[in-house]
């Protein structure tokens, strides 16, 4: 039934993409170039872009390359926009699995203390915390850390994914990983060290919804039926907490994960841009202030591609841990 709600949910996402890019202003080739080009250059650049085709041959050619992984040509970079994905996706993925691990970790261990220790100063302190990190705008939160870690205590580097001399040799593209596979320890405390503030600040931002949703399930799940049975055999209180309670209280979780990636994938857009981290979030800002449209329609498309197949991953996912979601 998932898949089956995929398809409809991924053509909608393509027609949105498609439209906003047709129903803006001005020809997309001539907003980028502008003046640059002569009018014959310009009716070859759009013949070749396929924009003097009628609106539904450029709709069916837009599906079957999309959906085959060709995301077009921009006219501002010389790469297509698949070779801009390949070059730029796996900083923004890096990225993004560091801030997702933040949020995790400070958002459970958090959230699940304060369901334990309900309505005590720690439950009060990280309620407030929770609420204070998710109201935070990303950029700003970016922007104190840098002036705060960076400029005034100098513990990390104010953007950027490495040292030069430090980047690893490409292997797969993220930093991370391809220090270790190369056996290069310079290149990895290089890789984290500049990974630890964006992430971090990323990760925050999100920790606070994690952190309201896991204790409220935390408080349900610890006036459940098996908890009280548990406590009433004489299990001690710290199995009752980690085994029993807070195992099922995670459950539902692993949904939430799936639609907050979508949000983490727009918050590392700002948060590339704030550190000057070279992901596709800042090729699509590149993209925008050079008003070229075609090379924003193919990173957007690509990302919308991404937000599909994980949502549908997740579901997956979420049926096998929980039988009770597959009916």
Do not use: C
């Amino acid at each position: 039934m998932r898949i089956a709600l995929t398809v409809p949910m991924l053509l909608i996402l393509l027609t949105i993409v498609f439209l906003l890019l047709r129903v803006a202003p001005g020809d997309p080739i001539a907003a980028t170039m502008g003046d640059r080009i002569s009018a014959e250059e310009l009716e070859s650049r759009r013949a070749a872009a396929g924009l003097d085709e009628p609106l539904l041959v450029q709709y069916g050619t837009y599906l079957f390359n999309a959906l085959t992984g060709d995301f077009g040509d921009p006219v501002t970079d010389r790469r297509t926009t698949t070779g801009v994905v390949a070059d730029t996706f796996p900083a923004t993925l890096e990225l993004t699995a560091f801030a997702m691990l933040v949020a995790l970790v400070l958002g459970i261990g958090v959230g699940a203390l304060s369901g334990r220790l309900r309505d005590t100063p720690f439950d009060v302190g990280g309620r407030l915390f929770g609420i204070i990190v998710y109201a935070a705008p990303i950029f700003w939160v970016g922007l104190l850390g840098q002036l705060f870690f960076s400029v005034r205590l100098g513990w990390f580097p104010t953007g950027g994914r490495a040292t030069g001399f430090d980047a690893p040799n490409h292997v797969t593209g993220f930093y991370v990983l391809d220090s270790i596979l190369t056996l290069d320890p310079s290149a990895l405390w290089s890789s984290i060290h500049h990974l630890i503030l964006p992430g971090t600040t990323l990760g925050l931002v999100f920790a606070g919804i994690f952190m309201r949703f896991v204790r409220v399930n935390m408080l349900q799940t610890l006036r459940a039926d098996y908890v009280e049975s548990a406590r009433a055999r004489g299990v001690g209180e710290r199995p009752v907490v980690f085994h029993h309670a807070l195992k099922n209280a995670l459950v539902p979780v692993v949904t939430v994960v799936g639609l907050q990636f979508a949000l983490l994938l727009g918050g590392s857009i700002l948060t590339e841009r704030v550190f000057s981290w070279p992901g596709l979030g800042l090729a699509l800002i590149d993209f925008l202030g050079a008003r070229d449209y075609v090379g924003v329609q193919g990173i957007v498309t690509f990302l919308a591609l991404v937000v599909v197949i994980v949502s549908l991953l997740i579901d997956i996912a979420s049926a096998l841990i929980d039988p009770r979601i597959r009916h």
